[in-house]
């Protein structure tokens, strides 16, 4: 049997591609059930993020044309789009550090990673999809994941897409202080974000997303306004 992990990320792929390939927790646990098919798998594990998605699992060599092929057409997509994504063996395990340790993160030391990877961890465990092989792996990547956060400095500031966006936010424009801001996508980095422009002095917020109700509900947790994708796309 062979550890794999077969994925794209922000260094492997474009933004729509990545999008393409995302999954939402409940995309998680069906995919998980449509692999509970395939007798050569023994376990695995589903990690999406906004930067990545990726599937850790234990198989034989011969049963990874066809779980690639799952993966594609769980999404509607080709087989070949996902290609030259293929970790294998130790490969692998070194990936999954790396990932873990938020070294292969756009911004490198961001928090979110590892409680991400934990959370696909979880899901997993709930599943019945990680046994043996993924508990030991994912235990060994937390304990690296810890020293790399404490030996070696990467834990001193609070790192993350979304705060190194006001960062540059505030080196374009100076002060947020009493500054408006349009926020377009209602998810957990959009949150980060709006709080970490909030927490620098912005009075107002608007939020615009596709579904409109996500809209108003980030807005209205946050105490500002909805506002139209297409208003915004129009004012474009």
């Known amino acids: 049997m062979n550890l794999f992990v077969i994925g794209i990320n922000h260094k492997t792929a474009p933004l729509g ?4 390939l995302s999954f939402s927790k ?6 998980l059930d449509v692999l509970k098919e395939f007798p050569q798998l023994e376990e ?5 993020t906004c930067n990545r998605a990726e599937l850790y699992g234990i198989a034989d060599a011969e049963s990874e044309p066809s779980l690639i092929q799952a993966l594609a057409g769980f999404h509607g997509m080709e087989p070949q789009l996902l290609q030259g994504y293929l970790y294998r063996g130790e490969e692998a395990v070194g990936h999954l550090f790396r990932v873990a340790s938020s ?7 961001e928090a979110q990673i590892l409680g991400q990877v934990k959370s696909a961890y979880a899901l997993a465990v709930e599943k019945g999809s990680a046994a043996y092989f993924l508990n030991h792996l994912l235990e060994k990547a937390f304990k690296v994941a810890k020293r790399v956060r404490s030996e070696t400095g990467l ?3 609070s790192v993350s897409i979304s705060s190194a966006a006001t960062a540059m936010a505030e080196k374009i424009f100076g002060s947020l202080e009493g500054r408006r801001v349009l926020i377009v996508g209602a998810g957990k980095m959009g949150e980060l974000a709006l709080r970490n422009l ?7 917020i608007l939020v615009a997303n596709r579904t409109p109700e996500r809209a108003e509900e980030m807005a209205k947790r946050l105490g500002g306004s909805a506002s139209p994708l297409k208003e915004f796309k129009r004012g474009c």
Request: glycine share 6%; proline share 0%.
């Open 17 to 20: 591609l990545r999008e393409r």
């Open 26 to 31: 409940a995309d998680c646990e069906r995919f």
């Open 44 to 48: 695995a594990m589903i990690l999406s």
């Open 103 to 109: 070294l292969d993160s756009m911004v490198i030391g």
């Open 155 to 157: 834990a001193r500031l």
């Open 198 to 204: 909030l927490s620098s002095g912005v009075k107002k």
